[in-house]
């Protein structure tokens, strides 16, 4: 069975930094490409960010450039997303999800159960 | 990137069908055969219903279909059962330097 369990989530006052993790287990994780979706309270879904299988190639949403750095360690299983310089504009669910290991791009097959990050002074 | 076009709201009786519309571009939902829908419940995470456009992954019911014309996809529901009122939302790869973009989500009602 997949699962994805994120942590690190919490309440960081603007400007500040949050790491979040996601553990993978269930599946081959160094075969799939993972992203970070984030989900403002009351909104939508909104794409963050994707880290290729090997980890060599990552893409991320304007909104987070140069602010946020996904990661993984695949010896670890584990999927990470550093956000810096936070604003009240990044208060958020994100979820890990992980993409199918088939050539189908931007799709996200499991998702974890979200961890919450609350930027507020 | 803005967000693909979605209705804000649609509802249908039990037994009939309902079908969600997700508006792009060229440089998205018209350019790429990468479109995925998702279904979510109230405080629950997305939940994966239809890739490539068309294409339902092992468990879900074959009411649910997608489809897409030009810069337009959709999704249509067909025999509305309760449980299928939730939010859905679309999304599409934007190629390399967008690579992803949700719709802006739309809330189903069996009435």
């Known amino acids: 069975e997949v699962q994805l369990l994120e942590s690190g989530g919490g309440l960081v006052q603007p400007g500040g930094s949050l790491r979040l993790s996601c553990a993978a287990s269930g599946f081959t994780f160094g075969d799939c490409a993972m992203n970070w979706v984030r989900q403002a309270p009351g909104k939508g879904l909104e794409w963050v960010s994707t880290i290729s299988s090997s980890g060599g190639s990552t893409y991320y949403a304007d909104s987070v450039k140069g602010r946020f750095t996904i990661s993984r360690d695949n010896s670890k299983n584990t999927l990470y997303l550093q956000m810096n310089s936070l604003g009240a504009e990044d208060t958020a669910i994100y979820y890990c999800a992980k993409s199918p290991v088939s050539s189908s791009i931007a799709t996200f097959d499991y998702w974890g159960q979200g961890s919450l990050a609350t930027v507020s002074s | 990137q803005s967000a693909l076009t979605q209705p804000r709201s649609v509802s249908g009786s039990p037994g009939q069908s309902v079908t969600i519309s997700c508006t792009g571009t060229s440089s998205d939902v018209g350019g790429y055969n990468h479109v995925s829908w998702y279904q979510q419940h109230p405080g629950k995470a997305p939940k994966l219903m239809i890739y490539?456009?068309?294409k339902r992954p092992s468990g879900v019911p074959d009411r649910f279909s997608g489809s897409k014309s030009g810069n337009t996809a959709s999704l249509t529901v067909a025999g509305l059962q309760a449980e299928d009122e939730a939010d859905y939302y679309c999304?599409?790869?934007?190629?390399?330097?967008?690579?992803?973009?949700f719709g802006t989500g739309t809330k189903v009602t069996v009435l």
């Open positions: 490539d456009v068309s």
């Open positions: 999304c599409s790869y934007a190629g390399r330097d967008t690579f992803g973009v």
